[in-house]
């Protein structure tokens, strides 16, 4: 089992960036894949971001390619999703998930086993 748990959102203007964090306890962070999703007032969850166990394979949802960057380090038990060209519609709250599946199938939530309690990104324009 492992404990999730989001940082980094806040409020920044359209055109900026941030970096959000999600640390990890409990054993065994490595053997997971790891993803992000978000979720706007109104919305379903919305996949973002994949990155495998060991970080060799990253992929970015359409909507954010481009302005997104997915990391890991393992030593640290952290997945990190860096934002660039941050625009009013990317205002969501972002969840990290870890997964027993494979990060270059698993996009829809059901299939992710553990969930943070999210952390809330704001975009203004």
């Known amino acids: 089992q492992v404990q999730l748990e989001e940082s980094g959102g806040g409020l920044v203007q359209a055109g900026g960036s941030l970096r959000l964090s999600c640390a990890a306890s409990?054993?065994?962070?490595?053997?997971?894949?790891m993803g992000w999703f978000r979720q706007a007032p109104g919305k379903e969850r919305e996949f973002a971001a994949a990155?495998?166990?060991?970080?060799?394979?990253?992929y970015c949802a359409d909507s954010v390619k481009g302005r997104c960057t997915i990391s890991r380090d393992n030593a640290k038990n952290t997945v990190y999703l860096q934002m660039n060209s941050l625009k009013p519609e990317d205002t969501a709250v972002y969840y990290c998930?870890?997964?027993?599946?494979?990060?270059?199938?698993?996009?829809?939530?059901?299939?992710?086993?553990?969930w943070g309690q999210g952390t809330q990104v704001t975009v203004s324009s």
């Open positions: 998930a870890a997964t027993t599946q494979s990060s270059r199938s698993a996009r829809r939530p059901i299939e992710y086993d553990y």
């Open positions: 990155i495998s166990t060991g970080g060799g394979f990253t």
């Open positions: 409990g054993r065994s962070f490595s053997s997971y894949a």
